[in-house]
């Protein structure tokens, strides 16, 4: 079935450091891929996405490129302040309307 | 502005007891989804709903139920069958037609529910 693995937390960074957060995704087809944010004690929020191959997904300074030939949809952030401390999810949905989560990464940014 | 409105914010539920969570939007999307949240893991899906009427278990039914009589409202009932309610549930709403797909989930700001 569909999955997705993301790199294992928490990830710790000192402000304006880059960041990477990967994500690997298995599919039957040919899924978009998400990433959403979580802030504490709130929802999720989407980030970012990418619905084809070689798509670059972008906001706020996140990036991510869908990857087809390595099944990846890393994201990334030249450099990281205080208030992108969250957990962020790596998603995708292959058919209908079905998403399928991560299990999130935690990322701390210090000052 | 349209979005999710998820009540109570905290809920506390003695043990046997039945306790109900609201969810409503205002987004005119068909789809609406249940998921709880584990300190530290993912989100796990509880029952979905494609259109009014309609719903269907996800990967971890037991011992909830929902209802989905109008289109705005998608609410979830923690039964004193689920052994092990502490959690935070999380809904979530998308258009319809593959919608999800394309645009993604909009999600309320949950409900942190704790067995007293």
């Known amino acids: 079935g569909n999955s997705v693995t993301q790199m294992e937390g928490p990830v710790t960074l000192s402000e304006e450091a880059f960041l990477t957060i990967n994500c690997t995704y298995t599919?039957?087809?040919?899924?978009?891929l998400f990433w959403y944010v979580q802030y504490p004690g709130e929802g999720l929020q989407l980030l970012l996405k990418?619905?084809?191959?070689?798509d670059k997904g972008s906001n706020k300074g996140f990036e991510a490129t869908y990857r087809k030939e390595t099944t990846s949809f890393h994201l990334e952030k030249g450099s990281v302040q205080v208030s992108d401390s969250a957990v962020y999810f790596c998603?995708?949905?292959?058919?209908?309307?079905?998403?399928?989560f991560g299990a999130g990464t935690r990322l701390t940014v210090k000052p | 502005d349209g979005g999710i409105t998820q009540s109570p914010k905290y809920l506390f539920r003695k043990e046997g007891q039945n306790v109900t969570l609201s969810c409503e939007q205002n987004?005119?999307?068909?789809?609406m989804y249940w998921y709880r949240q584990d300190p530290g893991q993912g989100l796990r899906l509880i029952y979905y709903?494609?259109?009014?009427?309609?719903?269907q278990k996800g990967d971890i039914a037991e011992g909830y139920s929902v209802s989905r009589e109008k289109k705005e409202s998608f609410p979830l009932t923690v039964t004193s069958a689920q052994k092990n309610p502490t959690a935070f549930y999380l809904c979530?709403?998308?258009?319809?037609?593959?919608?999800?797909?394309?645009?993604?989930?909009?999600f309320g700001s949950g409900t942190r529910l704790t067995v007293v």
């Open positions: 990418a619905t084809k191959a070689d």
């Open positions: 599919a039957t087809g040919y899924p978009s």
């Open positions: 987004l005119n999307h068909d789809a």
């Open positions: 998603a995708l949905s292959d058919r209908g309307n079905d998403m399928r």
């Open positions: 979530a709403s998308s258009p319809p037609m593959g919608g999800g797909r394309q645009l993604g989930y909009t």
């Open positions: 709903s494609q259109i009014v009427n309609d719903f």
